[in-house]
């Protein structure tokens, strides 16, 4: 059956425009719109004005509706600009863009540790043998010495512990998140100090460039940052084992900070206070 620009038969032309943009807006996977695209050149225009590349890309991650603008960048220099108007190039660059991160956002990629380093933590017992940069060490041990955080005592368990990290990029997409409780070998009965639950914040910093890496209580106040996403609170296994915590949908994290809240405390130490490590 010849399609459109062969001078055959065309169902966009015979459903109409609304009920051909209901059909294309089931379409659940980019992959779908961007082989809808490759068909003529008339469905291709079909996509791109009616911008179903950006709806689902909204459906799939709500934080692309904070956008407020989209810039292509290129490793080589673009190819010659065809006589189109300014709102069509425009229309063209943003179907590029959102194509390519719808098809990022529901990628099979195996996940890749996004955390490039620590922030700060809200506490910290003994610094800086129980850091928070030995969170990002995935031995328990290191030079024959016990490798974990700790947060400082409290008498009321119910007090929370932060734990804010700078990612990689600017713009990350962030589905998992892992965390192992340590076990504390050096007590006789080698109890496990983990929080009862943990939540995710996504968002970015207000701070100027350079400022969010020195770990103190300015930098990690949350008037600091701007949150885009919260999660659900997730139930936390008081094992010694790498946890891993699957978000109801991937979030693209804009800014490029990520913050761990740790709830509730479920283990005294010899001193009679509640600790996370």
Not at 165 to 173: A, E, K, P, Q
Not at 239 to 265: A, D, M, T, W
Request: proline fraction near 7%; glycine fraction near 6%; aromatic fraction near 10%.
């Amino acid at each position: 059956m010849a399609l459109g620009d062969s001078g055959g038969w065309d169902f966009l032309k015979w459903l109409g425009p609304d009920t051909s943009a209901c059909v294309f807006h089931r379409l659940d996977d980019p992959a779908d719109l961007a082989r809808a695209a490759a068909v003529s050149r008339s469905w291709r225009r079909f996509v791109i004005a009616n911008e179903f590349c950006k709806s689902l890309c909204l459906r799939i991650c709500p934080e692309v509706a904070s956008f407020t603008r989209a810039v292509e960048v290129r490793k080589s220099p673009p190819p010659p600009a065809a006589h189109t108007s300014e709102s069509s190039h425009d229309a063209e660059r943003d179907h590029r863009i959102y194509s390519y991160l719808g098809g990022a956002l529901v990628s099979s990629q195996p996940s890749v540790d996004c955390i490039l380093h620590c922030i700060g933590a809200s506490s910290t017992d003994r610094f800086p043998d129980e850091r928070m940069e030995n969170t990002l060490e995935p031995r328990e041990r290191v030079g024959y010495r016990p490798s974990y955080w700790s947060s400082r005592g409290q008498h009321d368990p119910d007090v929370p512990e932060s734990l804010t990290y700078r990612l990689h990029s600017d713009l990350c997409i962030v589905d998992e998140i892992r965390i192992r409780p340590y076990q504390v070998c050096f007590y006789y009965d080698q109890p496990i100090f983990s929080s009862k639950m943990v939540r995710f914040w996504i968002g970015r910093s207000n701070l100027s460039a350079g400022s969010d890496g020195n770990g103190n209580q300015r930098v990690i106040a949350d008037e600091n940052y701007v949150w885009t996403y919260t999660s659900p609170e997730f139930p936390m296994l008081q094992e010694n084992v790498l946890q891993s915590f699957k978000l109801p949908h991937p979030v693209l994290c804009i800014g490029g900070v990520v913050k761990i809240e740790l709830l509730g405390r479920t283990q005294k130490a010899i001193d009679d206070m509640y600790y996370i490590w």
